[in-house]
C-alpha cells in the first residue's frame, strides 16, 4: 500500500537516509530513554509552565498526545497498541518524553511529548515537497498607490503584514542543504512545518495486526479512545509576549493584531495566519476577508437605494392615495377570511403601504440588476485574488494534500475484500457496490425524509398563520383599545411577523437535528477517504440547509397571494383554510421582513454559538482539571483543556458563509440592505472566528489549499441562479411592472401619470354574489367591495373573469424576465471573458520566479559538479556546456 511505502521511507534507509542517521536514530531513543528516567536532571518545579521544551529545555515540542488511566475490559489492548505505536514512533526517528499522570494538574492523564530531530525533519520535508527559501526574491513587493494612503488607517504594520522577507524557493532536498538558506537547524522549518511532518508520521505510523490485517494512523486510536486527543501545541500565551528560550510567539501577535475586537477595521495579517495555521486556514481568512471586502461596495449601493426609497416615501403617489380618507377611506375591501373577517377599508393599510414603498421603488430594477452584475465580478476578481494567492504562498505546483486522500480508518475497518493496487502494486482495502448500495439508499431516503419535513413544517407555519389572521383580526377588530396600534400594526403584519419568527425557531431546530444525523449517514455510507466523506457531508448538509433556510422566502416571493382566486371562488389549502392574500401593497415587504427574521437572526445566533459554546466548554474543563492546584499547569495541560477545531470545523464556516451568500444574491431585490447587514456580521464574523481560534481552540495541524474547494462550485451555482430569482422577483413579487404598465399604457393624466393607479388596479365584487359560507355573519349597507387583481365587474357579460389589462401585465412580466436575464448574463459573460483568470504581474512573476530558481539550481550543481572533478578540465568544460544547454532550453521554454 502506498501508505505503507511511506512509512517504509522513514523506516528503512537504503533509498532515504543513510548510515548515520541510522545510528542518529538508535542513539535518540536511547537519549529519550535515559532523560526521561533521569530524575536528577530536571526539576519539575524549575520548568516555566509556558515552556514548549522538553526536560532538557533544547528540543522543542511538536506534537502531543494524551491518554488517561483505563479501567475497562480492553485496558490491556489500548496499553499494548501504545506501547507498540510509541515504539514504531521511535523507529522513524522522532523523539518520546511522557509525562506521569501524577505531574499532571488532574492527577489522571499522561502526556506523550513528540520532537522531530533534523534528520527526521529534512526526509520528510522532501518526501511532502515542502518548498523552502534558496534566495531571498528581487522581485519587489506591490507599490502604494495613492489610495494606499487614504486606507492607512487600516494598513497593519509592515513587520506584522510581511514577518517574513520574500524568498525564491524550491522543494527541499536533504542531498542538497547547502543551497537552501539554513542559518539555524533549529529554526529552519516552522512550527507549521513541523507539525505537519509529524502528524503525517502520526496517520501512517503502523500500532499492531489485528485481525490479520496491519493497523496504523493517530486517527483510528483516537477512535477507539486509544488517545484522548493528539495535538500541536500553541507558541505561548495569548496575553503575553514569549520569554526566552523560547521562539517568537507568535500566537500573541495574531491576538494583538487580528483578534482583538477593536481592531474590526484593520486588515488581516495574512501571511502570519498562514504561517502558524497553515495555507488551509489562512485561505479561508482570505476568502472571507475578500468577500467582505466586496460586500462593502454592494452595501453602498443598497443603502442609496434604501435612502432613495426613504426620500420618496412621502411623494409616493400611490401609498398618498392609499391613506387619503377621500380615495383609500372610501374604498371598502373584501374581507381576508371567511365569516370571522369584516369588510375593512383600505385607508387602514396606509403605513404598511409607505413601508413597503421604502423596498418596491424604481430603484429595485436597479439594485436587482447591479447585484448580477456585483455578483460575477465577485467571483472573477476571487479567481484573481487566489491566483495571486497561489504565487505568494508557493502554490502554483501543489498537488492534493495526501491527507485528504488518506484511507479512513472506518473504511478500512469495515472492508472485508482486497483488490490490487494498480499504482503501487499492494492489495488495498475494497468495497464492492453492491455493499455500498443499501447505505446510498438509505442516505438518499434519510435526506429526502428530512427535506421533506421542512416544507411539512413550512407547510404547518403557513397553516398557523391562516388560522391565527382570523383570531388577530376579530380581536383587534372588537377591542377598542388597540385602535392606535391597529394604525401601524395591522392584522397582515402581525400574522407575518409571529410566523417568521416562529418559522426561525423551526429552522433552528431542524438544523440542530438534521446535523447530527447527516455526520451519522455519512459515516454509514464508509466513505474511502476523508476527501470523499467531505465532499458527501457537503452535499447533504448544502442541499438541507438550502432547503431549510429559504424555502419559506421562496414561498412568499413566488406562491403566496398567486393562486387566491376572487371572491366567490377562492381556493382553499386541505379544503379548509383559504389561500394567503397579500397585502394592496404586494408581497414584498412581507418578503422583505420573512428575509430579515431568518438572516439577522441566523447570523446573530450564529456569532453568540460561536463565542460561547468553547468559551462554556474550556471553562467546565478547567474547572474539572484543577483538582491538584500545587502542580504546574503546563503548556501542554493548558492546550489540552482546550476545545479542538476537529476536522470539520472549515467545513461549517464555509457553510455558514455560503448560506449568507445566499441571503444576500438570491432576494436582495426585496432587500437592498442585506448586503449592509450581511458586511457588519462579517467584519465581527471575522474577529470572532480569529478570537477563538487563538484563545479557545488548541491549535490545528497545518495543511495546504491552494483554493476553496467545492464551494467555488456552490457560489457559482447560486450567482447563476440568483439572477432569474430576482427578475422573477421584480417581475412577480414587487409592484414595478403593474406600474409601469399603467404610466406607459392606461394612465389618463398626463401631468400625474400614476394618479388613480390604486383604483385601477383593484377590482369590484358584488356582495349578493358571496357564498354563504364566506360572506362575513354581519350584514352591511355595502354593494360591492374591491380586492386585488385585474378582473371584469359584475355588470359585465364575462364577470369576474382576467380582462384585457391583467393579459397586458402578465406579457411585461415576461418580458422583464427574458430581457433582464439576458441583459445579465450578457454582462456577466463579457466581464468573465475581459477578466483574467490569472492577472498579467502574476504570470510574470511566476516566470521569473522559475527562471530564477532553475538558474540558482544550475549554478549550485555547477559549483557541485566542479569540486567533484577537481582538475580535470577537459571533462568540466564538457559538462559546463551540457548544463548551460539545459538551462537555455529551460529558460526558452518558459
Not at 508557493?394 to 490490487?420: G, I, N, S, Y
Not at 415576461?814 to 463579457?830: A, G, N, S, Y
Request: aromatic content about 16%; hydrophobic content about 40%.
Amino acid at each position: 500500500m502506498f501508505f505503507s511505502f511511506l512509512f517504509n521511507l522513514g523506516e528503512h534507509a537504503d533509498k532515504h537516509i543513510d548510515y548515520s542517521f541510522q545510528m542518529s536514530e538508535s542513539l535518540s531513543s536511547r537519549e529519550t530513554s535515559f532523560l526521561i528516567n533521569e530524575e536528577t536532571m530536571f526539576q519539575k518545579n524549575q520548568q516555566s509552565k509556558d515552556s514548549i521544551f522538553f526536560r532538557d529545555g533544547i528540543r522543542q515540542i511538536d506534537f502531543v498526545l494524551s491518554y488517561a488511566d483505563d479501567i475497562k475490559k480492553d485496558a490491556e489492548l489500548k496499553a499494548e497498541r501504545r506501547k507498540e505505536f510509541e515504539k514504531n514512533l521511535r523507529k522513524t526517528g522522532l523523539e518520546l518524553e511522557i509525562e506521569d499522570k501524577r505531574d499532571s494538574e488532574d492527577g489522571r492523564t499522561y502526556f506523550v511529548k513528540i520532537h522531530a530531530p533534523w534528520e527526521v525533519l529534512v526526509t520528510y520535508a522532501e518526501v511532502l515537497g515542502i518548498k523552502m527559501p534558496i534566495k531571498e526574491s528581487d522581485i519587489p513587493r506591490p507599490t502604494h498607490t495613492p489610495m494606499s494612503y487614504v486606507l492607512g488607517p487600516v494598513r497593519l504594520p509592515t513587520s506584522v503584514k510581511y514577518p517574513h522577507p520574500e524568498y525564491f524557493t524550491a522543494q527541499f532536498s536533504r542531498h542538497r542543504q547547502e543551497l537552501f538558506l539554513i542559518e539555524d537547524q533549529a529554526t529552519f522549518f516552522p512550527s507549521s512545518s513541523r507539525n505537519r511532518i509529524v502528524y503525517y508520521i502520526l496517520s501512517r505510523c503502523p500500532f499492531g495486526i489485528e485481525d490479520g490485517k496491519k493497523r496504523f494512523g493517530i486517527e483510528r486510536l483516537l477512535n477507539s479512545n486509544t488517545y484522548s486527543s493528539a495535538y500541536p501545541l500553541h507558541d505561548g500565551q495569548y496575553w503575553k509576549p514569549s520569554e526566552p528560550p523560547n521562539p517568537t510567539n507568535e500566537r500573541y501577535i495574531l491576538h494583538q493584531n487580528w483578534a482583538r475586537f477593536s481592531y474590526f477595521y484593520k486588515e488581516q495579517p495574512l501571511d502570519l495566519i498562514k504561517n502558524y495555521y497553515g495555507e488551509k486556514i489562512g485561505i479561508y481568512f482570505v476568502f472571507l476577508g475578500f468577500y467582505t471586502e466586496m460586500l462593502s461596495f454592494a452595501a453602498v449601493v443598497g443603502l442609496a437605494c434604501f435612502i432613495y426609497g426613504l426620500l420618496s416615501m412621502e411623494d409616493n403617489t400611490s401609498s398618498t392615495e392609499i391613506c387619503d380618507p377621500e380615495i383609500g377611506g372610501q374604498m371598502i375591501m373584501c374581507p381576508l377570511c371567511d365569516q370571522v373577517c369584516d369588510y375593512w377599508r383600505l385607508n387602514s393599510t396606509c403605513l404598511a403601504s409607505k413601508f413597503s414603498h421604502l423596498f418596491d421603488n424604481e430603484s429595485t430594477v436597479f439594485f436587482a440588476i447591479f447585484m448580477g452584475i456585483w455578483v460575477t465580478l465577485f467571483l472573477e476578481f476571487w479567481k484573481q485574488r487566489q491566483a495571486r494567492l497561489e504565487y505568494e504562498w508557493d502554490l502554483v505546483d501543489f498537488e492534493e494534500e495526501q491527507q485528504q486522500l488518506q484511507l479512513r480508518p472506518e473504511f478500512e475497518a469495515m472492508c472485508k475484500h482486497r483488490k490490487l493496487n494498480p499504482v503501487t502494486k499492494e492489495m488495498e482495502p475494497y468495497m464492492p457496490l453492491y455493499a455500498r448500495i443499501p447505505w446510498y439508499f438509505l442516505s438518499g431516503a434519510t435526506v429526502t425524509l428530512w427535506m421533506s419535513l421542512v416544507v411539512t413544517s413550512m407547510v404547518a407555519v403557513i397553516v398557523y398563520r391562516l388560522s391565527v389572521f382570523a383570531t388577530f383580526a376579530s380581536f383587534m377588530e372588537s377591542d377598542a383599545s388597540l385602535k392606535q396600534v391597529k394604525s401601524f400594526l395591522t392584522p397582515q403584519i402581525t400574522t407575518s411577523l409571529t410566523g417568521s419568527c416562529l418559522n426561525f425557531i423551526v429552522i433552528l431546530i431542524l438544523n440542530f437535528f438534521y446535523e447530527k444525523i447527516s455526520a451519522w449517514i455519512t459515516k454509514m455510507e464508509i466513505p474511502r477517504t476523508y476527501q470523499e466523506y467531505e465532499s458527501s457531508l457537503t452535499l447533504k448538509m448544502f442541499l438541507f440547509q438550502f432547503v431549510n433556510f429559504y424555502s419559506s422566502c421562496f414561498y412568499v416571493a413566488f406562491f403566496k397571494g398567486k393562486f387566491v382566486g376572487y371572491p366567490g371562488k377562492y381556493t382553499y389549502l386541505f379544503d379548509e383554510w383559504r389561500s394567503e392574500e397579500c397585502d394592496p401593497g404586494g408581497c414584498l415587504i412581507e418578503l422583505t421582513t420573512q428575509l430579515t427574521i431568518i438572516m439577522t437572526g441566523k447570523q446573530i445566533f450564529g456569532n453568540i454559538k460561536e463565542a460561547i459554546y468553547p468559551l462554556a466548554l474550556n471553562w467546565w474543563r478547567r474547572r474539572k482539571a484543577r483538582t491538584n492546584s500545587e502542580k504546574l499547569y503546563s503548556r501542554w495541560e493548558q492546550d489540552h483543556d482546550l476545545e479542538s477545531f476537529g476536522p470539520l470545523g472549515l467545513f461549517y464556516e464555509y457553510l455558514e458563509t455560503v448560506i449568507q451568500f445566499g441571503f444576500v444574491t438570491l432576494f436582495v431585490a426585496s432587500f437592498p440592505l442585506a448586503p449592509l447587514l450581511a458586511l457588519i456580521n462579517n467584519i465581527v464574523e471575522i474577529r470572532v472566528d480569529a478570537w477563538k481560534l487563538t484563545t479557545q481552540y488548541r491549535r490545528t495541524v497545518a495543511s495546504k489549499a491552494h483554493s476553496i474547494g467545492v464551494w467555488q462550485d456552490i457560489l457559482y451555482g447560486m450567482a447563476v441562479l440568483s439572477v432569474a430569482t430576482n427578475a422573477f422577483i421584480v417581475a412577480f413579487t414587487s409592484d414595478i411592472i403593474p406600474r409601469l404598465v399603467y404610466y406607459y399604457a392606461y394612465s389618463t393624466n398626463a401631468t400625474q401619470p400614476m394618479t388613480g393607479y390604486v383604483n385601477n388596479s383593484l377590482s369590484v365584487f358584488l356582495i349578493a354574489d358571496f357564498p354563504n359560507h364566506t360572506a362575513p355573519s354581519e350584514k352591511r349597507d355595502f354593494i360591492t367591495c374591491r380586492y386585488r387583481d385585474y378582473r371584469y365587474p359584475p355588470d359585465d357579460e364575462n364577470k369576474y373573469f382576467h380582462n384585457m389589462q391583467f393579459w397586458h401585465v402578465l406579457a411585461a412580466k415576461m418580458t422583464f424576465i427574458i430581457v433582464m436575464e439576458h441583459v445579465v448574463f450578457l454582462v456577466k459573460f463579457l466581464l468573465a471573458w475581459m477578466i483574467p483568470d490569472v492577472p498579467k504581474d502574476v504570470v510574470e512573476r511566476i516566470k521569473r520566479e522559475k527562471l530564477m530558481t532553475i538558474k540558482i539550481l544550475h549554478d549550485f550543481e555547477l559549483n557541485k559538479l566542479k569540486e567533484n572533478l577537481g582538475i580535470n578540465s577537459n571533462e568540466f568544460a564538457k559538462h559546463v556546456m551540457i548544463e548551460e544547454n539545459k538551462a537555455q532550453l529551460a529558460k526558452s521554454t518558459i
